[in-house]
């Protein structure tokens, strides 16, 4: 007669008078490798703190009581001359415009790019099958290689800037959304496909007419998501010369005491634009997703 609780494989079946044994064993057995792992990254994180720690200039321990040091010095001059703030804050918006529009510009320009490319390298859609590997590869390695290290590189090429920012964020960019826009696009219905293929239509008719109207919704949530962090690189890129509010500040403190006013200032409206900008786009996502 078949068991047919646990099919026909002869072998030992589990002991019906304790049902929770294998439940039991395998808890434990998740517990030991838990705690293995922890015990793995507990060892790895304080072997590099004490790597660290060797080849620090100075101690990291030591200096630790002196950490609010330099914030404290900010904050007390900028709340000494908190009446200028408003003045300041205003002085840099143009700035700030500029750091906005570098943002703006890479997210297009990587938008658009990762689009042709995860239409070229998803599996079922890719006009040159062949190819997917090696454009796959490619995003990779853009999204690999941070912003700052291309922004540096070009910098030396095309001089300071916002182009140089402008373009490192477009390719970081078409790197990371490439690979989301690829996998959005596995999962888009083929059947649209199917029927424009059977009526003669192009490629590139297949994947405006029967792909983008699917992911389309999918693909501006990223996108928006995108921009979102593409304001925070290029303030951050304004450090190594490349334009915009970064720059300002990084030579607002480069000054030191006298100007930590102004460094206020920037951190106030940079921190206030990144907050407007999380919240619009926040709803702008949730309206496309749901679509509502």
Known sequence: MVDIAFGPEPGKRPDAAAPGTAYLAATRRKRIYGGLLLVFFVSTMASG??????????????????????????????????ANLPGLMWAHVGSLIETINIAAVSTLLGV????????L??????????????????????RAIPEIV???????????????????????????????????????????????????????????????????????????LRFEINVRA????????AGGIGYELKIAMQWGGGRYDQVVAIFLLLFLTIAVIDR???RWRARLVQGN
């Open 150 to 224: 291309i922004a540096l590189v070009l910098i030396y090429i095309l001089g300071g800037g916002p182009i140089p920012a402008m373009i490192a964020i477009a390719l970081h960019t078409m790197g990371a959304l490439g690979k989301l826009f690829s996998e959005v696009a596995e999962n888009a219905d083929l059947k649209p496909v199917e029927g424009l293929t059977s009526v003669g239509a192009s490629w590139g008719q297949k994947m405006w007419f029967g792909i983008i109207p699917q992911v389309a919704p999918n693909w501006l949530s990223y996108a928006l």
């Open 280 to 282: 619009l786009s926040d």
């Open 121 to 142: 390298m998803t599996r079922g859609l890719a006009r040159w099958p062949r190819l997917i590997p090696v454009l796959r590869r490619v995003t990779d390695a853009l």
């Open 112 to 119: 658009l790019g990762a689009g042709f490319l995860a239409l």
């Open 234 to 241: 290029s303030a951050i890129l304004g450090f190594v010369g």
């Open 49 to 82: 703190f004490l790597v660290a720690q060797d080849r620090n200039a100075g101690g990291f321990l030591d200096g630790l009581h002196r950490l609010d040091d330099f914030p404290a010095e900010v904050v007390s001059e900028a709340w000494e001359k908190s």
